[in-house]
């Protein structure tokens, strides 16, 4: 088997995975898995993190295994999944209060990112997650217009340290 085959059969995988924009079985297993694994900081990327979440309608903390993209000096969390992730909207109910942990828990502020101004956090972020690439439908090497063409459709949140002074929701861990 070539290897454009072999990538279009894990592509299809992926996507079986999320069908209808939502993690099934197998996915939810590995992004537990994932999320243990990042928040330990074994074996994975160092770009690879848990971000922790207060759930809108559970009120429990969620975790869920991200790709933090550097991109001109600031660091962004981008959904491959769309406005309809739950992680997005957990980080929209509590404010954009959430918790980064990777070894240790970091207190932060995640402040979503004009529609305008996504496109080239989206490119990176491409580049830089692997897993991301069945979700989203240009490549790395795209132009930035056609970005700029698809950035209404995936949230970018600009990750910030936490502000002390502001009230407290999950702010430092379990």
Not at 85 to 109: D, E, S, Y
Request: net charge positive; no cysteine.
């Amino acid at each position: 088997m070539n290897r454009r085959r072999v990538v279009d059969w894990f592509y299809g995988v992926k996507r079986w995975m999320y069908r209808g924009g939502r993690p099934g079985f197998p996915a939810r297993v590995m992004n537990r898995l994932s999320a243990l694994q990042y928040s330990a900081g074994v074996l994975s990327p160092r770009r690879a993190m848990t971000l922790e979440v207060l759930g809108r309608r559970s009120g429990r903390v969620v975790s869920v295994p991200v790709v933090v993209v550097h991109h001109d000096g600031g660091r962004y969390l981008v959904s491959m999944l769309g406005d309809d992730a739950n992680w997005v909207r957990n980080v929209r109910a509590a404010g954009g209060r959430a918790v980064m942990r990777r070894g240790h828990a970091q207190p932060v502020h995640l402040l979503e990112v004009a529609t305008e101004d996504r496109a080239p956090v989206l490119r990176r972020y491409v580049a830089v997650a692997p897993g991301a690439r069945p979700h989203i439908p240009l490549g790395g090497d795209a132009p930035l217009t056609e970005f700029e063409r698809i950035a209404a459709h995936y949230p970018v949140f600009r990750i910030t340290p936490d502000d002390p002074s502001r009230p407290h929701g999950h702010a430092g861990g379990r």
